[in-house]
C-alpha cells in the first residue's frame, strides 16, 4: 500500500459554457481544449480518485461529501439553461468519501456525508467530470464549500483529506473548480461580446496566473484575502479554494506550473492551470497566516446576533461562488 498523498493539483471553471457551447466562443473552445488537456494529465497519474472542491457548491452547516457511489441524473444549469441539458452518471470512491468524512470529524468539523436519488450535484462539479473523466476512468469524490468557514476551518477541511488519503494509502488529483475574478454579466450577453468584466479585474487575474505558473501555490494562497477584496464578488467568506488546494498539497511553493488557458466566461476570470509536485522550487516566504491543525474556534464571521439571547445566527440566503 503507498502512503497515499495528491500526485496533482488542477484549477477548472465551472461555468457551462466550455462543455455546451465551446463552439459559439473561441475563448470558450480553447477553455475546453485545456480541459483536454488536464484530463490528459490525470490519465497518466498514477492517482487512484479525482477530489473536487467545488465553490459551486455551497454548504451552510458543516461540510457535505457526496458519496453516492453512481450518482444519475439531467442536470440543467439554472442560469443558462439555454444552452442544453446535460445527462449524467458519475463514478463516486464512497469508500473514501466517508474515510474523508470521518477524518474531518476528527479534527473538529461538523462533516457529513450525502447519499440519495436526485441530490443536486452542482454545475461546476459536473461540468469538470463531464471533461476532465468522461468516462469514469478513475473514481471521483466531491465535496462543498462551507459559506460561513475561514482560513483556518478551510485548511484543516484540507489536511482531513490528506488524513483519509493516507489512512486508505490512495493518490489523488485535487481538482478545485473556481473562477479567478468572478463578477458575472448580470445581463446576457453574445458570445462574441463576452471579455474580463473590467481591466482591474483581468490585472490581478494575470498576476495570479504569473504565481501559478511559477509554481507558487503557497504564496497565492497567503494573498487569498486581498484577492477576495480586489476582484471577488463575496459571495461567501473570503476567496477560500486556494486556501484548500495549498493545505491539501503540502503548503509549499514546490511545483511545476502549467496555464493551459485563460479566457473570460460570461465575464469572470476563467483558467485551466495544473500543478505538479516539484523539487524545483522559488522559495517558501515567512507567512503571515498561522497554520492549524485541528479546528476549535467559533465562527464570528457572522458578527453578533441581532437579539444578544439568542444565540442562533440568522442566515443569510448564499448564491454559488462561481
Avoid at 203 to 211: A, G, M, P, Q, T
Amino acid at each position: 500500500m503507498s502512503d497515499g498523498g495528491f500526485v496533482k493539483g488542477i484549477i477548472v471553471p465551472g461555468l457551462p459554457q466550455p462543455l455546451l457551447a465551446p463552439e459559439k466562443n473561441e475563448g470558450w473552445g480553447r477553455i475546453k481544449e485545456a480541459f483536454e488537456k488536464a484530463r490528459q494529465e490525470i490519465a497518466e497519474s498514477d492517482a487512484d480518485v479525482i477530489l473536487i472542491y467545488s465553490t459551486m457548491w455551497p454548504s451552510v452547516i458543516g461540510h457535505q461529501i457526496q458519496a453516492d457511489p453512481a450518482p444519475k441524473w439531467v442536470h440543467v444549469d439554472e442560469l443558462f439553461h439555454d444552452l442544453g441539458s446535460i445527462p449524467y452518471e458519475f463514478k463516486i470512491d464512497a469508500d473514501f468519501s466517508e474515510a474523508y468524512c470521518e477524518a474531518a470529524k476528527a479534527r473538529g468539523l461538523m462533516s457529513r456525508t450525502v447519499n440519495y436519488h436526485g441530490f443536486p450535484i452542482d454545475t461546476g462539479s459536473v461540468v469538470a467530470l463531464k471533461l476532465l473523466n468522461p468516462n469514469n476512468e478513475k473514481p471521483a469524490c466531491i465535496v462543498s464549500t462551507n459559506v460561513y468557514s475561514d482560513r483556518a476551518e478551510t485548511v484543516v477541511f484540507a489536511k482531513a483529506a490528506q488524513d483519509a488519503l493516507k489512512a486508505q494509502g490512495k493518490k489523488a488529483v485535487a481538482v478545485v473548480v473556481m473562477t479567478l475574478s468572478n463578477r458575472l454579466f448580470t445581463e446576457f450577453i453574445e458570445p462574441k461580446d463576452d471579455h474580463i468584466h473590467s481591466t482591474k479585474d483581468d490585472e490581478w487575474n494575470r498576476k495570479i496566473l504569473e504565481f501559478l505558473g511559477d509554481g507558487r501555490l503557497e504564496d497565492v494562497a497567503q494573498l487569498s484575502r486581498e484577492i477576495n477584496k480586489q476582484i471577488r464578488i463575496s459571495k461567501v467568506v473570503n476567496f477560500k479554494p486556494m486556501w484548500w488546494l495549498s493545505a491539501a498539497m503540502g503548503q509549499h511553493n514546490r511545483y511545476k506550473g502549467c496555464v493551459h488557458a485563460y479566457e473570460p466566461v460570461y465575464g469572470t476570470g476563467s483558467a485551466v492551470i495544473t500543478l505538479t509536485p516539484s523539487e524545483d522550487s522559488v522559495g517558501d516566504k515567512e507567512y503571515d497566516e498561522e497554520n492549524v491543525e485541528t479546528y476549535t474556534g467559533d465562527r464570528t464571521v457572522l458578527g453578533e446576533p441581532e437579539n444578544p439571547g439568542n444565540t442562533v445566527p440568522k442566515l443569510a440566503v448564499s448564491e454559488s461562488d462561481a
